[in-house]
């Protein structure tokens, strides 16, 4: 969608011609805030926008409350945020549990897949960069359903804190974009995603919280922290994490994340333990077996690197059943990733492992006959 500037004394949001259309036929608008400075900014900058051009429409906040892995001041500082600008504050949550609840239960799922042969290699639990489920389960849909039950039947503008600056994938960003998952053909219910200041750098950001004399999140304003999201984010830099670390409330959580991290053989972030950012945090027990988990994790790593990458996993896995050659290894990889991490696996012979590609295969043939 094409974009076009407003233009204010000091804070100009981007806008389209599509949200202006909603604007003025005053759609509701929901802003999405995490308590982090993107989402304050982008609050009130909206807010004043909206008021300028007559916006009459309801407005809320709306947080995604992510469990123990949030700051202990997140969820006030969206309270205070709201309080400033006199919106009511619906925060939801992913009723499954928190983010925490969702890398253990992943973890156990993966292993249990590993286990079955039901994929080529151990899957890692944690979030990554180009796989954030805790993004899309934890925040996107949660938020979503709540607006479509709220405001059924409306076309709803759905406010995001992010900048261009933040990232090049941002950077790439529309300023607006229909949000399918917005969509109900039943009642017509359809939304707009608003990236309103897509185009800020951080100076405004903290300037216009500054001006407003808002009291922001004790992570940047306590610790110095860069960002707020989870205390622990797979995105933060190492300086983050320790200063998440340094708040007590967080260290029972980064305790159990060090543990996730032993258990799985899988280091939070792909180049980086998040056992090393604070071990004085950790106890001797913690400390040793985090250096034992390391080595496992080259062992396993080592292991798995033998498997080619015609046997490695593809949309549409498995594909063909591989040679007896191929079999024997993927038997004999199996076994050293079981016994270095602990796992009761299945298939550990080359006969055994080629039975289970044919059983496979033969579920996936029936599954899609059955869908047709």
């Known amino acids: 969608m094409q974009s076009l500037l407003f233009d204010s004394e000091d804070y100009g949001v981007a806008v389209s011609p599509e949200i202006n259309e909603a604007i003025e036929a005053n759609a509701p608008v929901a802003l999405g805030v995490s308590g982090g400075k993107d989402s304050c900014a982008m609050a009130f900058a909206v807010d004043d926008h909206l008021n300028e051009v007559g916006h009459h429409g309801q407005r809320i906040l709306i947080h995604a409350d992510l469990g123990a892995v949030e700051w202990s001041d997140s969820l006030p500082t969206c309270q205070r945020l709201a309080d400033a600008l006199g919106h009511e504050l619906v925060v939801v949550q992913r009723r499954a549990g928190g983010m925490m609840e969702r890398w253990q239960g992943r973890w156990a799922a993966n292993v249990k897949r590993y286990e079955n042969l039901e994929c080529v290699k151990l899957i890692l639990p944690w979030s990554t960069p180009s796989m954030r489920f805790c993004t899309s389960e934890l925040k996107v849909a949660p938020i979503t359903s709540a607006l479509k039950k709220r405001f059924g039947g409306a076309t709803i503008i759905n406010g995001i804190g992010i900048r ?209």
């Open 164 to 372: 261009a600056e933040e990232s090049k994938s941002r950077a790439k960003r529309p300023v607006s974009q229909a949000n399918k998952r917005l969509f109900r053909k039943t009642d017509q219910t359809s939304g707009l995603d608003w990236n309103p200041i897509l185009h800020w750098k951080t100076e405004n950001v903290f300037r216009i919280c500054e001006e407003r004399g808002f009291l922001m999140h004790e992570a940047y304003r306590k610790y110095g922290s860069s960002r707020v999201s989870c205390s622990f984010c797979m995105l933060a830099t190492l300086s983050d994490h320790r200063a998440a670390a340094a708040h007590e409330d967080n260290q029972d959580v980064y305790r159990e994340m060090v543990d996730l991290e032993i258990r799985s053989t899988f280091s939070f972030q792909s180049d980086r333990w998040l056992g090393d950012a604070r071990d004085d945090l950790l106890s001797s027990n913690q400390r040793l077996a985090l250096e034992e988990a390391k080595l496992k994790a080259e062992r396993r790593q080592f292991a798995e690197s033998k498997i080619g990458k015609e046997l490695c996993y593809e949309k549409g896995w498995p594909k063909f059943v591989p040679s007896e050659e191929a079999c024997e290894l993927i038997a004999a990889v199996r076994f050293q990733v079981g016994q270095t991490c602990g796992l009761k696996c299945n298939y550990l012979t080359g006969r055994s492992v080629q039975e289970r590609y044919r059983e496979l295969i033969q579920m996936k043939e029936t599954k899609d006959a059955k869908s047709v």
